[in-house]
């Protein structure tokens, strides 16, 4: 059996161009998450970067410092929580048609 190398370095380098062209599309979708009730906002991009926290001014007249590193602390886990469930699902229209291969990770 002769395997085509050729062929095969073709086929992986189209799939690295898709999973470039999956990162620049995650680039420019952000998602937006809040706790307590409104008090605190954490805007994500999907590459995960942080682009806006918001704080209620109502949360920082209180002082209360326990609560606002509570819920920044929530939402930021939250935002990154959801980041990573878009990009799963981002991914997903990529590799469903590929074989469950153990290992092979396309870090995205």
Excluded at 45 to 59: E, F, H, M, R, T
Excluded at 82 to 101: A, G
Aim: net charge negative; hydrophobic share 35%.
């Amino acid at each position: 059996m002769d395997f085509d190398f050729k062929n095969i370095l073709g086929q992986f380098q189209k799939m690295q161009e898709e999973i470039e062209k999956i990162r620049s599309e995650l680039s420019t979708k952000s998602i937006t998450v809040e706790t307590g009730g409104g008090m605190v906002s954490v805007t994500i991009d999907g590459n995960q970067q942080v682009l806006k926290i918001n704080i209620s001014q109502d949360l920082i007249e209180s002082k209360d410092k326990q609560m606002i590193e509570d819920l920044v602390r929530g939402a930021v886990n939250k935002a990154f929580k959801e980041s990573q469930n878009m990009i799963k699902d981002e991914m997903s229209k990529f590799t469903s048609f590929l074989p469950n291969i153990p290992g092979l990770n396309f870090n995205i």
